[in-house]
Protein backbone atom coordinates (compact mmCIF):
# COMPACT_ATOMS: atom_id res chain seq x y z
CA UNK A 1 0.00 0.00 0.00
CA UNK A 2 1.46 3.28 -0.51
CA UNK A 3 0.30 7.12 0.05
CA UNK A 4 -0.59 9.19 -2.92
CA UNK A 5 -0.85 13.19 -3.30
CA UNK A 6 -3.38 13.94 -5.90
CA UNK A 7 -2.98 17.87 -6.97
CA UNK A 8 -6.57 18.45 -8.85
CA UNK A 9 -8.23 15.76 -7.06
CA UNK A 10 -11.50 17.36 -7.15
CA UNK A 11 -11.34 17.89 -10.76
CA UNK A 12 -12.78 16.09 -13.52
CA UNK A 13 -10.03 13.43 -13.93
CA UNK A 14 -8.68 13.76 -10.38
CA UNK A 15 -11.69 12.72 -9.24
CA UNK A 16 -11.51 9.52 -10.84
CA UNK A 17 -8.05 9.06 -10.00
CA UNK A 18 -8.44 9.34 -6.24
CA UNK A 19 -10.80 6.73 -6.82
CA UNK A 20 -8.97 4.68 -8.67
CA UNK A 21 -5.87 4.54 -6.51
CA UNK A 22 -8.48 4.01 -3.05
CA UNK A 23 -9.92 0.82 -5.10
CA UNK A 24 -6.80 -0.47 -5.15
CA UNK A 25 -5.80 0.28 -1.50
CA UNK A 26 -3.92 2.94 -1.58
CA UNK A 27 -4.30 6.47 0.46
CA UNK A 28 -4.94 9.40 -1.32
CA UNK A 29 -4.45 13.10 -0.15
CA UNK A 30 -6.23 15.30 -2.82
CA UNK A 31 -4.75 18.92 -2.24
CA UNK A 32 -7.35 21.19 -4.72
CA UNK A 33 -8.22 24.84 -4.13
CA UNK A 34 -11.66 24.24 -6.20
CA UNK A 35 -10.41 26.76 -8.60
CA UNK A 36 -12.71 24.31 -11.35
CA UNK A 37 -13.05 21.30 -9.19
CA UNK A 38 -15.88 20.94 -6.97
CA UNK A 39 -16.39 18.84 -3.40
CA UNK A 40 -19.32 17.27 -5.30
CA UNK A 41 -17.10 15.58 -7.40
CA UNK A 42 -15.29 13.56 -4.12
CA UNK A 43 -18.09 13.81 -1.65
CA UNK A 44 -18.53 9.99 -2.03
CA UNK A 45 -14.37 9.74 -1.17
CA UNK A 46 -14.94 11.07 2.15
CA UNK A 47 -15.89 8.36 4.41
CA UNK A 48 -13.64 5.95 2.63
CA UNK A 49 -10.42 4.61 4.25
CA UNK A 50 -7.29 6.32 3.04
CA UNK A 51 -8.55 9.41 2.31
CA UNK A 52 -8.06 13.33 2.78
CA UNK A 53 -8.94 16.48 1.25
CA UNK A 54 -6.55 19.48 1.89
CA UNK A 55 -8.05 22.63 0.50
CA UNK A 56 -4.93 23.94 -0.59
CA UNK A 57 -3.27 26.29 -3.77
CA UNK A 58 -0.38 24.12 -5.04
CA UNK A 59 0.88 27.33 -6.87
CA UNK A 60 1.60 28.45 -3.06
CA UNK A 61 3.96 26.36 -0.69
CA UNK A 62 3.07 22.58 -0.40
CA UNK A 63 3.66 20.28 2.97
CA UNK A 64 2.31 17.04 3.32
CA UNK A 65 2.83 15.83 6.96
CA UNK A 66 3.88 11.93 6.90
CA UNK A 67 5.27 9.67 4.02
CA UNK A 68 4.61 10.05 0.50
CA UNK A 69 5.44 7.54 -2.43
CA UNK A 70 4.19 9.34 -5.01
CA UNK A 71 2.85 13.28 -5.84
CA UNK A 72 0.44 12.67 -9.29
CA UNK A 73 -0.18 16.48 -10.49
CA UNK A 74 -3.12 17.25 -12.20
CA UNK A 75 -4.00 20.66 -10.80
CA UNK A 76 -4.46 22.78 -13.31
CA UNK A 77 -7.84 24.58 -15.59
CA UNK A 78 -7.81 22.34 -18.53
CA UNK A 79 -10.77 23.41 -20.39
CA UNK A 80 -10.19 26.18 -22.99
CA UNK A 81 -12.65 28.68 -21.47
CA UNK A 82 -11.51 28.23 -18.33
CA UNK A 83 -8.12 28.58 -18.83
CA UNK A 84 -8.85 31.59 -21.14
CA UNK A 85 -10.69 33.25 -18.26
CA UNK A 86 -7.63 32.67 -15.83
CA UNK A 87 -5.11 32.91 -17.66
CA UNK A 88 -2.38 33.91 -15.27
CA UNK A 89 -3.48 31.25 -12.54
CA UNK A 90 -3.16 28.61 -15.07
CA UNK A 91 0.41 30.04 -15.99
CA UNK A 92 1.16 30.15 -12.10
CA UNK A 93 -0.36 26.37 -11.43
CA UNK A 94 1.56 24.98 -14.48
CA UNK A 95 5.26 26.58 -13.19
CA UNK A 96 5.06 27.60 -10.07
CA UNK A 97 2.39 24.64 -8.89
CA UNK A 98 4.83 22.18 -10.57
CA UNK A 99 7.65 23.76 -9.33
CA UNK A 100 6.21 23.30 -5.94
CA UNK A 101 4.54 19.84 -6.31
CA UNK A 102 8.43 18.57 -7.64
CA UNK A 103 10.00 19.92 -4.25
CA UNK A 104 6.83 18.29 -2.40
CA UNK A 105 8.35 14.99 -4.16
CA UNK A 106 12.21 15.00 -3.56
CA UNK A 107 12.06 15.64 0.24
CA UNK A 108 9.48 12.92 0.53
CA UNK A 109 11.86 10.47 -1.74
CA UNK A 110 8.15 10.11 -3.62
CA UNK A 111 7.86 9.03 -7.49
CA UNK A 112 6.69 12.21 -9.55
CA UNK A 113 3.50 12.08 -11.99
CA UNK A 114 2.93 14.87 -14.31
CA UNK A 115 -0.76 15.25 -16.19
CA UNK A 116 0.77 16.66 -19.54
CA UNK A 117 -1.29 17.49 -22.35
CA UNK A 118 -1.76 16.75 -26.23
CA UNK A 119 -1.79 20.22 -26.28
CA UNK A 120 2.22 20.35 -26.22
CA UNK A 121 1.78 19.40 -29.68
CA UNK A 122 0.05 22.92 -30.55
CA UNK A 123 -1.69 22.54 -33.96
CA UNK A 124 0.46 19.69 -35.13
CA UNK A 125 1.90 19.37 -38.87
CA UNK A 126 2.82 15.87 -37.69
CA UNK A 127 0.00 13.37 -37.75
CA UNK A 128 -0.66 11.59 -35.72
CA UNK A 129 1.45 12.84 -33.15
CA UNK A 130 4.29 10.53 -32.09
CA UNK A 131 6.15 11.58 -28.37
CA UNK A 132 9.09 12.68 -30.66
CA UNK A 133 6.91 15.77 -32.06
CA UNK A 134 7.69 18.82 -30.93
CA UNK A 135 4.67 20.71 -31.63
CA UNK A 136 4.15 23.57 -32.97
CA UNK A 137 2.89 26.35 -30.50
CA UNK A 138 1.72 29.81 -30.67
CA UNK A 139 3.35 30.84 -27.51
CA UNK A 140 1.85 34.59 -27.27
CA UNK A 141 -1.86 33.86 -28.67
CA UNK A 142 -4.56 32.84 -25.75
CA UNK A 143 -4.12 29.59 -25.80
CA UNK A 144 -0.22 29.90 -24.83
CA UNK A 145 -0.85 30.08 -21.50
CA UNK A 146 -1.87 26.71 -21.28
CA UNK A 147 0.28 25.35 -24.17
CA UNK A 148 3.72 26.82 -22.35
CA UNK A 149 2.48 26.32 -19.19
CA UNK A 150 2.70 22.35 -19.41
CA UNK A 151 5.61 22.79 -21.68
CA UNK A 152 6.99 24.57 -19.05
CA UNK A 153 6.17 21.82 -16.62
CA UNK A 154 7.57 18.81 -19.05
CA UNK A 155 10.51 20.51 -18.74
CA UNK A 156 11.20 21.10 -15.22
CA UNK A 157 10.27 17.79 -14.53
CA UNK A 158 12.96 16.42 -16.45
CA UNK A 159 15.40 18.79 -15.16
CA UNK A 160 14.43 17.29 -11.29
CA UNK A 161 15.04 13.99 -13.33
CA UNK A 162 18.30 14.88 -14.36
CA UNK A 163 19.75 17.07 -11.72
CA UNK A 164 18.16 15.44 -8.38
CA UNK A 165 17.74 12.21 -10.01
CA UNK A 166 13.85 11.78 -9.26
CA UNK A 167 12.05 9.27 -10.19
CA UNK A 168 9.11 10.98 -13.03
CA UNK A 169 6.68 10.22 -15.23
CA UNK A 170 5.17 12.34 -17.92
CA UNK A 171 1.80 11.27 -19.53
CA UNK A 172 0.05 13.40 -22.04
CA UNK A 173 -3.47 13.34 -21.96
CA UNK A 174 -5.46 13.03 -25.08
CA UNK A 175 -9.38 14.78 -24.84
CA UNK A 176 -10.68 12.88 -22.29
CA UNK A 177 -14.26 12.80 -21.34
CA UNK A 178 -17.08 11.07 -19.49
CA UNK A 179 -19.19 11.48 -16.06
CA UNK A 180 -18.30 14.23 -13.96
CA UNK A 181 -17.74 16.82 -16.61
CA UNK A 182 -19.20 19.82 -15.69
CA UNK A 183 -22.81 20.28 -17.40
CA UNK A 184 -20.53 24.24 -18.50
CA UNK A 185 -17.33 23.37 -18.70
CA UNK A 186 -17.05 24.41 -22.16
CA UNK A 187 -15.41 21.64 -23.74
CA UNK A 188 -16.97 19.90 -27.21
CA UNK A 189 -18.34 16.91 -25.83
CA UNK A 190 -20.03 18.34 -22.54
CA UNK A 191 -21.01 20.85 -24.62
CA UNK A 192 -22.90 18.95 -27.21
CA UNK A 193 -24.33 16.47 -24.87
CA UNK A 194 -25.64 18.94 -22.86
CA UNK A 195 -27.30 20.65 -25.83
CA UNK A 196 -28.83 17.74 -27.33
CA UNK A 197 -30.49 16.67 -24.17
CA UNK A 198 -31.95 20.13 -23.82
CA UNK A 199 -33.20 20.60 -27.26
CA UNK A 200 -30.74 23.36 -28.17
CA UNK A 201 -28.74 24.49 -31.26
CA UNK A 202 -25.73 22.20 -31.05
CA UNK A 203 -22.44 24.54 -30.99
CA UNK A 204 -19.68 23.92 -33.61
CA UNK A 205 -16.99 26.42 -33.77
CA UNK A 206 -15.51 27.17 -37.48
CA UNK A 207 -16.95 24.75 -40.21
CA UNK A 208 -16.38 21.95 -37.84
CA UNK A 209 -13.83 20.04 -40.26
CA UNK A 210 -11.17 20.30 -37.33
CA UNK A 211 -10.50 16.65 -35.70
CA UNK A 212 -9.90 15.51 -32.20
CA UNK A 213 -9.81 11.88 -30.52
CA UNK A 214 -11.60 11.18 -27.85
CA UNK A 215 -10.97 8.71 -24.53
CA UNK A 216 -13.15 7.95 -22.57
CA UNK A 217 -12.26 8.84 -18.73
CA UNK A 218 -12.05 4.98 -17.12
CA UNK A 219 -9.17 4.06 -19.81
CA UNK A 220 -7.47 7.16 -19.30
CA UNK A 221 -7.28 6.63 -15.72
CA UNK A 222 -6.44 2.86 -16.39
CA UNK A 223 -3.41 4.40 -18.90
CA UNK A 224 -2.28 7.04 -16.04
CA UNK A 225 -2.20 4.15 -13.55
CA UNK A 226 -0.21 1.98 -15.97
CA UNK A 227 2.26 4.61 -16.53
CA UNK A 228 2.52 4.83 -12.95
CA UNK A 229 3.37 1.87 -12.08
CA UNK A 230 5.36 1.12 -14.93
CA UNK A 231 9.26 2.04 -15.24
CA UNK A 232 8.98 4.46 -18.05
CA UNK A 233 9.50 8.30 -17.67
CA UNK A 234 7.67 9.37 -20.77
CA UNK A 235 6.44 11.56 -22.26
CA UNK A 236 3.72 8.75 -23.26
CA UNK A 237 0.61 9.83 -25.05
CA UNK A 238 -2.52 8.07 -23.62
CA UNK A 239 -5.81 8.43 -25.70
CA UNK A 240 -7.93 6.72 -28.00
CA UNK A 241 -7.01 7.16 -31.54
CA UNK A 242 -10.11 7.03 -33.27
CA UNK A 243 -10.14 10.75 -34.68
CA UNK A 244 -13.16 12.46 -35.78
CA UNK A 245 -14.47 15.48 -37.09
CA UNK A 246 -16.85 17.74 -34.80
CA UNK A 247 -19.51 17.39 -37.43
CA UNK A 248 -19.05 13.70 -37.17
CA UNK A 249 -19.48 14.21 -33.09
CA UNK A 250 -22.44 16.28 -33.48
CA UNK A 251 -23.95 13.59 -35.54
CA UNK A 252 -23.26 11.07 -33.39
CA UNK A 253 -24.39 12.71 -30.40
CA UNK A 254 -28.16 13.53 -32.11
CA UNK A 255 -28.11 9.48 -32.79
CA UNK A 256 -27.27 8.69 -29.16
CA UNK A 257 -29.50 11.34 -27.37
CA UNK A 258 -32.02 11.17 -29.70
CA UNK A 259 -32.18 14.71 -29.91
CA UNK A 260 -33.52 16.83 -32.94
CA UNK A 261 -31.21 19.70 -32.44
CA UNK A 262 -29.96 21.88 -35.19
CA UNK A 263 -26.55 22.59 -35.86
CA UNK A 264 -25.48 26.53 -35.47
CA UNK A 265 -21.94 27.54 -36.30
CA UNK A 266 -19.84 29.74 -34.05
CA UNK A 267 -16.05 31.64 -34.90
CA UNK A 268 -13.38 28.79 -34.60
CA UNK A 269 -11.13 30.02 -31.22
CA UNK A 270 -7.80 31.78 -31.84
CA UNK A 271 -5.19 28.47 -32.66
CA UNK A 272 -7.75 25.95 -32.64
CA UNK A 273 -5.63 23.33 -33.52
CA UNK A 274 -7.25 21.43 -37.19
CA UNK A 275 -6.31 17.80 -36.54
CA UNK A 276 -5.47 15.87 -33.09
CA UNK A 277 -4.84 11.89 -33.08
CA UNK A 278 -2.30 10.39 -30.60
CA UNK A 279 -0.08 7.99 -32.18
CA UNK A 280 0.06 5.23 -29.46
CA UNK A 281 3.04 2.85 -30.13
CA UNK A 282 4.94 3.84 -27.35
CA UNK A 283 1.86 3.17 -24.75
CA UNK A 284 0.56 -0.53 -26.49
CA UNK A 285 4.37 -1.61 -26.36
CA UNK A 286 6.07 -0.02 -23.27
CA UNK A 287 2.52 -0.06 -21.14
CA UNK A 288 0.81 -2.82 -22.78
CA UNK A 289 -2.32 -0.58 -22.83
CA UNK A 290 -4.91 0.14 -24.87
CA UNK A 291 -8.34 1.99 -25.25
CA UNK A 292 -11.62 -0.15 -25.20
CA UNK A 293 -14.44 2.12 -24.93
CA UNK A 294 -15.75 3.18 -28.60
CA UNK A 295 -16.60 6.48 -28.90
CA UNK A 296 -20.28 5.63 -29.26
CA UNK A 297 -20.62 3.64 -26.20
CA UNK A 298 -18.71 6.18 -24.08
CA UNK A 299 -21.10 8.97 -25.38
CA UNK A 300 -24.39 7.04 -23.73
CA UNK A 301 -22.15 6.67 -20.79
CA UNK A 302 -22.20 10.53 -20.66
CA UNK A 303 -25.36 11.55 -21.71
CA UNK A 304 -26.46 9.38 -18.81
CA UNK A 305 -24.70 11.51 -16.06
CA UNK A 306 -25.86 14.36 -17.45
CA UNK A 307 -29.46 13.03 -17.61
CA UNK A 308 -29.09 12.51 -14.02
CA UNK A 309 -27.72 16.02 -13.45
CA UNK A 310 -29.87 18.01 -15.04
CA UNK A 311 -32.94 16.21 -14.15
CA UNK A 312 -31.45 16.80 -10.73
CA UNK A 313 -30.64 20.70 -11.12
CA UNK A 314 -34.29 20.45 -12.45
CA UNK A 315 -35.59 19.40 -9.54
CA UNK A 316 -33.66 21.70 -6.89
CA UNK A 317 -34.23 24.93 -8.65
P1 LIG B 1 -10.57 20.01 -14.13
O1 LIG B 1 -10.65 21.47 -14.36
O2 LIG B 1 -11.84 19.24 -13.95
O3 LIG B 1 -9.64 19.68 -12.88
C1 LIG B 1 -8.53 20.46 -12.53
C2 LIG B 1 -8.48 20.52 -11.00
O4 LIG B 1 -7.32 21.30 -10.60
C3 LIG B 1 -9.70 21.24 -10.40
O5 LIG B 1 -10.24 20.48 -9.33
C4 LIG B 1 -9.14 22.58 -9.91
O6 LIG B 1 -9.86 23.11 -8.83
C5 LIG B 1 -7.72 22.17 -9.55
N1 LIG B 1 -6.78 23.31 -9.52
C6 LIG B 1 -6.56 24.23 -10.48
N2 LIG B 1 -5.61 25.10 -10.07
C7 LIG B 1 -5.23 24.70 -8.82
C8 LIG B 1 -4.29 25.19 -7.87
N3 LIG B 1 -3.56 26.28 -8.11
N4 LIG B 1 -4.15 24.53 -6.70
C9 LIG B 1 -4.90 23.42 -6.43
N5 LIG B 1 -5.79 22.92 -7.28
C10 LIG B 1 -5.96 23.56 -8.47
O7 LIG B 1 -9.72 19.41 -15.37
P2 LIG B 1 -9.42 17.90 -15.78
O8 LIG B 1 -10.00 17.67 -17.10
O9 LIG B 1 -9.73 16.99 -14.67
O10 LIG B 1 -7.83 17.97 -15.98
C11 LIG B 1 -6.94 17.47 -14.99
C12 LIG B 1 -5.51 17.54 -15.51
O11 LIG B 1 -5.38 16.74 -16.69
C13 LIG B 1 -5.03 18.95 -15.87
O12 LIG B 1 -3.70 19.10 -15.48
C14 LIG B 1 -5.14 18.98 -17.38
O13 LIG B 1 -4.23 19.86 -17.95
C15 LIG B 1 -4.83 17.54 -17.74
N6 LIG B 1 -5.44 17.18 -19.03
C16 LIG B 1 -6.78 16.92 -19.12
C17 LIG B 1 -7.32 16.62 -20.37
C18 LIG B 1 -8.78 16.27 -20.54
O14 LIG B 1 -9.20 16.02 -21.66
N7 LIG B 1 -9.58 16.20 -19.50
C19 LIG B 1 -6.51 16.62 -21.51
C20 LIG B 1 -5.17 16.92 -21.37
C21 LIG B 1 -4.63 17.19 -20.12
N1 LIG C 1 -15.86 23.00 -30.17
C1 LIG C 1 -17.05 23.10 -30.85
N2 LIG C 1 -18.18 23.42 -30.15
C2 LIG C 1 -18.18 23.62 -28.80
C3 LIG C 1 -16.96 23.49 -28.11
C4 LIG C 1 -15.81 23.19 -28.83
O1 LIG C 1 -17.11 22.93 -32.08
O2 LIG C 1 -19.26 23.90 -28.26
C5 LIG C 1 -14.65 22.61 -30.92
C6 LIG C 1 -13.38 23.41 -30.62
O3 LIG C 1 -13.32 24.57 -31.44
C7 LIG C 1 -12.31 22.40 -30.94
C8 LIG C 1 -12.94 21.05 -30.57
O4 LIG C 1 -14.34 21.28 -30.53
O5 LIG C 1 -12.04 22.39 -32.33
C9 LIG C 1 -12.48 20.53 -29.21
O6 LIG C 1 -12.64 21.56 -28.28
P1 LIG C 1 -12.45 21.35 -26.71
O7 LIG C 1 -12.68 22.66 -26.05
O8 LIG C 1 -13.27 20.21 -26.25
O9 LIG C 1 -10.93 20.88 -26.53
P2 LIG C 1 -9.53 21.27 -27.22
O10 LIG C 1 -9.11 20.02 -27.88
O11 LIG C 1 -9.72 22.37 -28.23
O12 LIG C 1 -8.71 21.67 -26.09
Redesign the pocket.
Known sequence: MARIVVTGGAGFLGSHLSEALLDRGEEVVVLDNLLTGSVTNIEHLFGRHGFTFVHHDVSTYIWVPGPVDAVMHLASPA???DYLELPIQTMKVGSLGTHNALGLARAKGARFFLAST??VYGDPEVHPQPETYWGRVNPIGPRGVYDEAKRFAEAITLAYHREHDLDVRIVRIF?TYGPRMRAQD????S??LVQAIKGEP?????D?T?T?SFCYVDDEIRGLLALLDSDHTGPINIGNDGEFT?LELAELVLEVTGSGSTIEH?P??VD??TQ?RPDLTLARTLLGWEPTVGLRDGLERTAAHFRRQLGDDATSG
Open positions: SPISENGRVVNLLTIYGGQRMRLPDPR
